[in-house]
């Protein structure tokens, strides 16, 4: 007889490639990537334990060896942290049902799932409890959005229940709803082994329709208090900012809450002006008359003087010329972009690259 978990237990999806965000994942996975001083999976960790969360499984793929020399078994997080990776891509779904033999829950018990990629203020604790409440097989976090159209929409009842999957909306008449399925579960433990293993399985496509249609209970919760998909460059620094800002919340923020986070080893001169949750990383250097809004300068970069950056990441030991202006920019790891460049509009420099001073202008009256 298993006998039930004290707290629930999570699993993490962490197994993408994190395509959108490169050149930041060309050497680094993206849940460990820098947000707000720390790996992004340090705040989801955080926030996890602090829900009562004790036993997380990472279920891993892409550069899986970088998670566990990091976290170890998680003990300095007050966690007991398993990895399993897969070997070959197995979507949601398998990824899922891969790393079911490491979970210790019983049939009936709750499971959470999160992927590793979403920042949310979500109340966790509220959706394992109207789990419970409700007696679902799943209940999924929603969140409501301005426009859902790029986004799979989930319709539900007077009270919660999921009545349907959509997929993106292509016409107006389509839009139902503004709910949208914001990437974490709770899920029944029977349910995740209920998938089937060996091939690729989504959870979005395949796994929640067929619950549906074959008259499982899902029940959604709606929480919009912060909630954002940090799949892009323009996402994700915009995330860290946040964090730096106090605007989603996280107990893994390495320092107060405001308009700037330096971390140890840094070197800021005093005229330099650092805002927006602008973070600078260790070992990284701001030169004199720089000015840096909303950014993040990772470990060991050069921003030189009069340097202007604004909404942009630079990588690791990259270098940023004296008075070049980065607006919407990325910056990959060890690339070097020399004096009076301007780099705008989603601009991205590959890892390595050498960009010549005064090489990408643009013209005053643009």
């Known amino acids: 007889m298993t006998t039930a978990p004290a707290t629930p237990e999570a699993i993490l999806l962490v197994g993408g490639k994190g395509t959108r965000l490169r050149p930041m994942t060309v050497n680094t996975p993206k849940p460990m990537v820098p947000a707000a001083g720390v790996p992004f999976l340090t705040h989801q960790l955080a926030r996890a334990r602090a829900a009562g ?52 829950s019983g049939p009936d018990d709750p499971v959470l799932v999160f992927n590793g990629d979403i920042l949310t203020g979500l109340d966790i604790r509220a959706l394992i409890d109207i789990h419970r409440t409700t007696g679902a097989d799943v209940s999924l976090h929603l969140t409501r959005v301005t426009d859902p159209r ?25 839009i139902v709803t503004d709910q949208i399925n914001a990437g974490a579960y709770v899920f029944n433990r029977s349910v995740i082994d209920a998938i089937p293993t060996g091939r690729p399985v989504s959870v979005e496509r395949e796994t929640f329709p067929g619950l549906l249609a074959a008259g499982a209970h899902l029940q959604g919760m709606v929480d919009s208090t912060y909630w954002l998909d940090l799949g892009t460059p323009q996402a994700f620094v915009r995330g860290s900012a946040d964090l730096v800002l106090g605007r989603a919340p996280s107990p893994a923020v390495p320092g107060r809450c405001g308009d700037r986070l330096i971390l140890d080893g840094a070197q800021v001169a005093r005229d330099a002006k650092l805002t927006g949750g602008t973070v600078i990383g260790p070992a990284a ?59 705008r509009d989603g601009v991205r420099v590959w890892c390595g690259a050498d960009i010549p001073a005064g090489a990408v202008r643009f013209s005053s009256d643009q």
């Open 53 to 104: 969360v004790e036993h997380i499984v990472l279920a891993t793929s892409y550069l899986a060896e970088v998670f566990e020399p990091y976290f170890g078994d998680g003990s300095s997080l007050g966690l007991h942290l398993e990895y399993v990776t897969e070997q070959e891509p197995l979507g949601t779904g398998g990824a899922i049902r891969n790393v079911a033999s490491r979970l210790r």
């Open 150 to 174: 790029a986004y799979g929409l989930v319709p539900t009842d007077a009270t919660g229940r999921v009545t349907a999957f959509l997929e993106k909306p292509q016409t107006a008449e389509e």
């Open 285 to 343: 250097r701001v030169g004199a008359g720089a000015s840096i809004d909303g950014s993040t300068v990772l470990a060991g970069a050069v921003v030189e003087e009069g340097a202007q950056v604004r909404d942009s990441l630079i990588g690791a030991r990259a270098r940023i010329g004296a008075r070049t202006v980065l607006q919407g920019a990325v910056v990959g790891d060890g690339a070097l972009v020399g004096s009076d460049n301007e780099l």
